[in-house]
Every structure is written in structure tokens, then in C-alpha cells.
């Protein structure tokens, strides 16, 4: 059984302490995503991130984009992914554009 590629993380600078499990990113973030199949299906830019190796969780922060090759894009100022879940979760307020030209707001 193989490993599939899922991510590939692009950042300006990383902080990383040894007593702590928390990787900071200060200078932009880029995240491409991959689907099953090894092809690209989501970027995220960010101004910042931060990622926790134990918990398995990643947040961007600032400026937060994600754009998908079906068309949909998303727009807020922080966004977690919980790997262990698998679920994108935001407490900020979000806008969603599809490639249809609809825009829809939310919080949360």
C-alpha cells in the first residue's frame, strides 16, 4: 500500500520551539490540496498559519482564500482544518463565491 500525497505547504518563514508542539508560519502561507486521485483540487493563501503536530490541526490566519477546481471560493479571516475529523471549521465570518457568479454569506 502506497502513501498519497494529500498537501504540499509552501511558507516565507517558519517558527518551530522545541517545547512546544505548535509550528508557527509568519510570512504567508500557500497549502495545495490533492484529491484520492493525486490531483491538485484546492489552494489556500494566508497571511499566517500556525499547525499543531500532536493534535493534528492547521489554521490560517489573515486574508484567508481557498479556491477550488470546481469553481467555489472561499474568503475569511481564519479557517482550521482538523485533520483527525476531517472537517474545515471557521468561527469568523465567510463568503462564498461559485463559479456560477453566486455570492453567499455566513458566520461560522
Not at 23 to 29: A, E, S
Not at 59 to 86: F, P
Amino acid at each position: 500500500m502506497g502513501v498519497s500525497l494529500e498537501a504540499v505547504v509552501r511558507y516565507g518563514h517558519m517558527l518551530r520551539y522545541a517545547d512546544q508542539q505548535t509550528i508557527f508560519f509568519d510570512q504567508g502561507i500557500f497549502v495545495d490540496i490533492y484529491n484520492a486521485q493525486g490531483q491538485a483540487a484546492s489552494r489556500l493563501t494566508a497571511l499566517a498559519g500556525e499547525m499543531n503536530e500532536d493534535e493534528k490541526w492547521v489554521k490560517a490566519i489573515g486574508n484567508v482564500v481557498v479556491q477550488s477546481d470546481t469553481g467555489i471560493t472561499v474568503y475569511t479571516e481564519e479557517l482550521l482544518y482538523d485533520q483527525k475529523r476531517e472537517l474545515i471549521l471557521s468561527q469568523r465570518e465567510v463568503m462564498i463565491t461559485t463559479a456560477e457568479g453566486d455570492t453567499l454569506f455566513g458566520q461560522g
